[in-house]
């Protein structure tokens, strides 16, 4: 259930339209933010999760009880590669995406401290509250962490405006080209982060 809410939040289907391989994704792409996080809290209702937020404090981060999430996440990701092999369906648009990350972030390491890993709420329950308490809850993990900075990645097929609301500043852009089901499409994938003070932690 968790996959499908990230997958419908950030709409992992136009990347990878084939289903057998979406599935492979959705696997990789969650282990992927268990094996970084240091951090995750839930949000349900009637039984069901609504939305997932995940982060990372540098300085709590053990490899050593990240490797299971590791190892699995690549064999999804070979599972992934052998999957759209056989149902010759391209993943190139997902890997493209990982690489523009990459790019945003180069010789930006050093100034951040942590990383807002995952962060989705489905789509009936925005503008409820349920993603301004679940970021209060993070920051307030990040707090008691001493974090100074965070990032994260978005980009325009998502709420970007919230970002903007919660005192997060937009510092790098990119620009890519989707192509799903030979068509193509425009996008823009940014890179925003939130300095933090205490009194601006304790209050957040």
């Not at 523009?100 to 401290?113: K, N, P, Q």
């Not at 325009?156 to 609301?165: G, H, K, Q, W």
Request: charged share 25%.
């Amino acid at each position: 259930m968790i996959e499908s809410l990230i997958s419908d939040s950030f709409h992992l289907d136009q990347y990878v339209p084939e289903p057998r391989v979406l599935a492979q994704l959705k696997h990789a792409y969650l282990q992927s933010c268990l094996a970084e996080q240091t951090f995750a809290c839930t949000a349900e209702r009637g039984g069901k999760p609504v939305g997932i937020i995940m982060c990372n404090a540098k300085s709590r981060y053990r490899l050593l009880s990240h490797l299971p999430s590791l190892w699995t996440t690549l064999w999804h990701q070979l599972r992934m590669t052998a999957a759209s092999r056989r149902y010759r369906c391209s993943t190139e648009s997902f890997h493209q995406m990982h690489r523009i990350y990459h790019s945003l972030t180069e010789g930006r390491t050093h100034r951040y401290d942590g990383v807002l890993t995952l962060f989705a709420v489905d789509q009936n329950c925005r503008g409820t509250g349920i993603g301004r308490e679940l970021l209060r809850q993070a920051e307030a993990y990040l707090n008691g962490c001493g974090v100074r900075r965070i990032y994260l990645y978005t980009d325009s097929t998502c709420n970007t405006a919230f970002y903007d609301r919660h005192g997060f500043s937009r510092v790098e852009t990119r620009q890519m080209l989707v192509e799903c089901n030979a068509e193509k499409s425009e996008m823009s994938v940014y890179l925003y982060e939130k300095e933090y003070k205490n009194s601006d932690m304790q209050t957040a």
